[in-house]
């Protein structure tokens, strides 16, 4: 657990628990916690008066986010996007938040080095520059959406790169690789939209919790959560063009195989015709009695097919 406070007469400090600090002494009271127990939970709720709802939400993750406003505080979810290259998948870790008119509660499962990274830069400050805790949930979800460009950005390389590789190589790109990207895609695109509604909520000036002059941050927020998820949706126009680039490469390859495959079998027909005719062992057939029979019959073979050949190399049968 990390705690991080602003007492009254504007002193600030850090502890590894709440005991020692009260709360109506507080202006601010940042508690942070990773994996809390029931007792952690039963404990958080007795100490800032939660509603029950809040402390018995499980942790899970890929939860979809989402504000709740309660008597005297703000339940929300915020989800943290996660690129994986060694899965070449995107996670998703759920951020719990509490947000009441003097103390923020964040509380998730695996790490977040987002709030590690603050409450470091936290212990470094003399004097604390806010002292409202919707500002450090702003500071939260500021910092998340700042990392989101660059994997965007790298999503859109890796999917130009796949069609210029695709494109280079006559079609021959993996389908498995651009299932991936469409499959990775996906997931930021819902998560964003997800996150858009989310940040909307807490803009509307009925929620008390949040301060007026916080709202033009949030839209802010708004706004970089809009263009990273017309981004996203113009990635998802490029995976189907791909996918439709793909399978019309795929497509037409076939055809030409089909196409050499029938010409090939039309080059042995006449082999063929003229095998089963001079097979059929009757006996009142003239050609059998020709002394150069077999020798004329081999000549007539490759004549036709040598013909037949030219005559699909002119008409571009392969």
Same mark, same amino acid.
């Given at each position: 657990?990390q705690?991080?406070y602003? *007492? *009254? ?10 005991e020692?600090v009260?709360l109506?002494d507080? *202006? =601010?009271?940042?508690v ?17 008066d939660l ?8 942790l899970?993750?890929?939860? %979809?986010?989402?504000v709740?406003e309660?008597?005297?505080?703000? #339940? ?6 996660r690129?994986?290259?060694e899965?070449?998948k ?6 719990y ?14 790490? %977040? ?7 470091k830069?936290?212990?470094?400050e003399?004097?604390? $520059?806010?002292?409202?805790?919707a !500002? !450090?949930l ?8 700042e990392?989101?460009f ?10 130009d790169?796949y069609m210029?590789?695709m ?5 021959s790109?993996?389908?498995?690789? %651009?299932?991936a990207l469409?499959?990775?895609n996906?997931?930021? /695109?819902?998560?964003?939209s997800?996150?858009r509604?989310?940040?909307? $909520?807490l803009? /509307? /000036?009925d =929620?008390?919790t ?12 708004y706004? $970089?959560?809009t $263009? ?8 998802s ?12 490469v795929v ?8 196409? /050499? ?6 080059f042995?027909?006449p082999?063929? !015709?003229?095998?089963g005719v001079y097979?059929m062992? #009757?006996?009142?057939?003239p ?15 490759? %004549?036709?097919?040598?013909?037949? !050949?030219f ?8």
């Amino acid at each position: 657990m990390q705690v991080y406070y602003v *007492k *009254k007469d504007d002193t600030a400090g850090q502890a590894d628990s709440l005991e020692g600090v009260v709360l109506a002494d507080c *202006k =601010l009271v940042w508690v942070d916690v990773k994996d809390p127990s029931l007792e952690d939970r039963k404990y958080l709720r007795d100490y800032f008066d939660l509603h029950p709802l809040t402390a018995e939400t499980p942790l899970e993750v890929e939860t %979809v986010p989402r504000v709740v406003e309660f008597s005297g505080h703000i #339940f929300m979810i915020w989800n943290l996007l996660r690129d994986r290259p060694e899965t070449e998948k995107v996670e998703i870790t759920s951020l719990y938040i509490i947000l009441g008119d003097n103390y923020l509660i964040t509380a998730h499962v695996e790490d %977040v080095h987002e709030i590690d990274t603050m409450f470091k830069k936290l212990r470094d400050e003399k004097r604390p $520059r806010r002292d409202h805790p919707a !500002f !450090f949930l702003y500071a939260i979800m500021n910092v998340s959406v700042e990392e989101w460009f660059p994997m965007v950005e790298r999503l859109k390389d890796d999917i130009d790169t796949y069609m210029e590789d695709m494109l280079a190589d006559e079609g021959s790109g993996d389908i498995s690789t %651009v299932m991936a990207l469409k499959h990775k895609n996906m997931a930021v /695109r819902r998560t964003l939209s997800a996150l858009r509604d989310a940040v909307m $909520r807490l803009a /509307r /000036r009925d =929620l008390v919790t949040v301060p007026d002059d916080l709202i033009v941050y949030l839209m802010d927020i708004y706004d $970089r959560l809009t $263009r990273l998820y017309l981004e996203v949706d113009n990635n998802s126009d490029l995976i189907s063009s791909s996918l439709d680039i793909h399978l019309s490469v795929v497509s037409n390859r076939l055809n030409v195989t089909m196409k /050499r495959l029938t010409a090939v079998a039309t080059f042995f027909m006449p082999a063929t !015709f003229l095998a089963g005719v001079y097979g059929m062992n #009757f006996i009142h057939m003239p050609e059998y009695k020709w002394y150069f029979g077999y020798l004329y019959f081999w000549i007539a073979i490759v %004549v036709i097919t040598l013909a037949m !050949f030219f005559i699909a190399r002119r008409q571009d049968w392969f």
